[in-house]
Nanobody
Framework: QVQLVESGGGLVQAGGSLRLSCAAS????????MGWFRQAPGEEREFVAS????????YYADSVKGRFTISRDNAKNTVYLQMNSLKAEDTAVYYC?????????????????WGQGTQVTVSS
């Protein structure tokens, strides 16, 4: 089992920045590709970004490309999501996910483990 705990959410004004963190435990972190998803009220959960096991490959949703950056620190068992130029439509609960196989599976909405989420609210 892999346990994932997100942190770093909060309330920010449009145009501001936040950095989300996801701490993993339970298994060897570098064995898993990692990703971020989000779900706004009344909406389906959507892919945001993913990163391969050693960080060489990243994927982004078109809606966040150029504004968000995913990264990981395997020594700290943590994946990050730096979010800049935030917009009201970025308001959602953000979830961290892990997949044994690949970052492309996360891009396609597939995963093995899931966190509890952290709320991000962007005021306009």
């Amino acid at each position: 089992q892999v346990q994932l705990v997100e942190s770093g959410g909060g309330l920010v004004q449009a145009g501001g920045s936040l950095r989300l963190s996801c701490a993993a435990s339970g298994r060897t972190f570098s064995n898993y590709a990692m990703g971020w998803f989000r779900q706004a009220p009344g909406e389906e959960r959507e892919f945001v970004a993913s990163i391969s096991k050693f960080g060489g490959t990243t994927y982004y949703a078109d809606s966040v490309k150029g504004r968000f950056t995913i990264s990981r620190d395997n020594a700290k068992n943590t994946v990050y999501l730096q979010m800049n130029s935030l917009k009201a439509e970025d308001t959602a609960v953000y979830y961290c996910a892990a997949d044994w196989l690949s970052s492309s599976r996360l891009r396609d909405g597939l995963y093995d483990y899931w966190g509890q989420g952290t709320q991000v609210t962007v005021s306009s």
